[in-house]
């Protein structure tokens, strides 16, 4: 069951200093992208079907509801970006599908105008390959966020994608703290099992910079040390 309240998270307030419409297609690749909150939200959702230790599903269940949170507060901030005068000429390159097909309103598009798709999600039931998935998942979030910063000086847009960043360095530790606790589970009990885990094959010369491997699990150190 899912509820909606009309605070958004933390209650965190969304502003922009100024319309910037170039910019809000900047911000579309969060909504309806690749590495966006959409994808995130599906995916973790979608992956908490299958999942049997409850502590793991109650895990994807709120991070992938807090990812539905954050998809609302970048779709307010494109909003608030794109401003209330539909022009296409206001935004020089990128998307303009917002200003010619939707009404400035903030579709589930990328900032090429291509539209969101399911194959962004990835499922394998399995897991470890699922929160591995989801680590990078994570990670690959924080860069979008980290490139957008960087290409906006309004201080409230930068407010909203610093909160934002750092929600994702939360979830990414949560995901690693729950793989430390399944290292014997699904395809993590296949790992080392012939002479075939442990080769380096040295293709590209000259140099070798990298012995044979001695194959282990994933882990990572506990993230709040």
């Known amino acids: 069951m899912f509820r909606h309240e009309k605070q958004l998270l933390n209650n965190i307030q969304v502003k922009v200093e100024r319309p910037n419409p170039q910019y809000a ?8 992208g690749g590495n966006g909150e959409l994808k995130a939200a599906l995916q973790y959702l979608s992956q908490s079907f299958r999942v049997k230790d409850q502590t793991i599903k109650d895990l994807f269940l709120d991070i992938g509801t807090e990812e539905l949170s954050h998809m609302e507060i970048v779709a307010e901030t494109i909003n608030l970006l794109n401003g209330h ?8 390159s990128g998307e303009i599908q917002s200003h010619v097909l939707g009404g400035l309103a903030p579709v589930l598009i990328n900032s090429s105008g291509a539209p969101w798709t399911a194959d962004y999600v990835t499922v394998t039931g399995d897991l470890v390959a699922d929160l591995l998935s989801n ?3 994570e990670q690959r979030a924080k860069v979008v966020y980290e490139y957008l910063y960087r290409q906006i000086n309004d201080k409230e847009v930068r407010n909203t994608i610093d ?7 939360a979830h990414n530790a949560l995901f690693r703290e729950a793989l430390n ?16 885990s442990r080769l380096y094959f040295d293709l590209s010369t000259p ?3 990298f012995d044979s491997p001695k194959p282990t699990e994933p882990s990572f150190a506990n993230p709040r040390r």
Do not use: H, P, W
């Open 163 to 169: 909160f934002l960043l750092n929600r994702e360095e």
């Open 207 to 209: 140099g070798k910079y």
């Open 25 to 32: 297609a900047l911000m579309q690749e969060q909504l309806g």
């Open 181 to 196: 606790k399944i290292k014997d589970m699904g395809s993590n009990k296949d790992f080392g099992v012939t002479e075939d």
């Open 135 to 137: 680590i990078a998942s």
């Open 85 to 92: 005068n539909v022009n296409y000429e206001s935004v020089g």
